[in-house]
C-alpha cells in the first residue's frame, strides 16, 4: 500500500525557512511524479514545485529563488526548502505522487507564517 507522510510544518515568522519532508513507502520503483500541493483557507489546492519522471523540475512563479525540491537517491523522502517565507504562503502543504494515472496524497502539514 502507498503512503506517502509529511512533516516540518510549523509557525515561523516573516522571512524564516522551513524544511519539509515527505517519507514515501509501498512503490516498487521510482518512476513515478511526485512534488508539493498547498491549500490556503478559502482557496483551491494549488501546485507548489513538482519533479516529473524526467527529473524536470516545475514551480510556480511566486515560489522561485525561494523554494526548492529535492530527492534523496532511493526515492524514500522529498524535501521541500522554503527559505524567505511570506505570510502568503500559509497553507497546508501535502505530498502527491502520480503513478500510471494515480494520484497518491498524504494528509498535509500545516505552514503558518506570521509577523
Known amino acids: 500500500q502507498v503512503q506517502l507522510v509529511e512533516s516540518g510544518g510549523d509557525l515561523v515568522q516573516i522571512g524564516g525557512s522551513l524544511r519539509l519532508s515527505c517519507a514515501v513507502s509501498?512503490?516498487?520503483?521510482?518512476?513515478?511524479?511526485i512534488g508539493w500541493f498547498r491549500q490556503a483557507p478559502g482557496k483551491e489546492r494549488e501546485g507548489v514545485v513538482c519533479i516529473n519522471n524526467n527529473g524536470t523540475i516545475y514551480d510556480r512563479d511566486s515560489v522561485k529563488g525561494r523554494f526548492t525540491i529535492s530527492r534523496d537517491n532511493a526515492g524514500r523522502s522529498l524535501y521541500l526548502q522554503m527559505n524567505s517565507l511570506k505570510p502568503e504562503d500559509t497553507a497546508v502543504y501535502y505530498c502527491?505522487?502520480?503513478?500510471?494515472?494515480?494520484?497518491?496524497w498524504g494528509q498535509g502539514t500545516q505552514v503558518t507564517v506570521s509577523s
Open positions: 502527491k505522487a502520480l503513478k500510471l494515472g494515480r494520484n497518491y
Open positions: 509501498g512503490f516498487t520503483d521510482d518512476h513515478y511524479a
